[in-house]
């Protein structure tokens, strides 16, 4: 058991978020995305929300700071539907971890896209409507010192 690990990250998803280099993207998907289709890795996290989900990881990863858009969700398909409920509490949750940021909307088929060139996947059983968000991970600034070896 290692301490401070949120309990809904799980070993594979600790290891991923570990192999990630600066500027790899993550996608935390629905229940309707077709992660199998679109992502090169996939690790599942059923019985999980997205939102849970986005709060745990980024407790541990960093925001890419280096580009205007560093969270992006899929965008609805008709222009006429309101804004997902759930980009509240994702806007919250970014604000919360690491700094106040727009989720930047992007077409769905382009979102699938972006997924295919992303380092994973993490698909969830979330039942919201377009929960689906992509992350763009940063550096870490201001780690804590490893223990002295003596």
Not at 98 to 111: A, D, S
Request: proline share 8%; net charge negative; hydrophobic share 45%.
């Amino acid at each position: 058991m290692l301490k401070n690990i949120p309990a809904v990250l799980s070993p594979e998803l600790l290891s991923v978020l570990l192999r990630m280099g600066h500027g790899d993207d993550l996608v935390i998907a629905d229940g309707h995305f077709p992660a199998e289709s679109c992502g090169q890795r996939v690790i599942r996290a059923d019985g999980l929300s997205v939102a849970a989900l986005l709060d745990a990881i980024l407790y541990l990863l960093p925001l890419d700071t280096f580009v205007d858009d560093p969270v992006k969700v899929m965008q609805p398909v008709d222009p006429a539907t309101p804004e997902p409920s759930v980009w509240s509490t994702y806007r919250e949750i970014v604000a919360r971890r690491e700094r106040p940021l727009t989720l930047k909307p992007v077409e769905r088929f382009e979102f699938y896209e972006l997924t295919k060139s992303a380092f994973a996947v993490v698909a969830t059983s979330d039942t919201a409507v377009y929960a689906n968000i992509l992350l763009k991970k940063g550096i870490a600034r201001g780690l804590v010192e490893e223990p002295s070896a003596g």
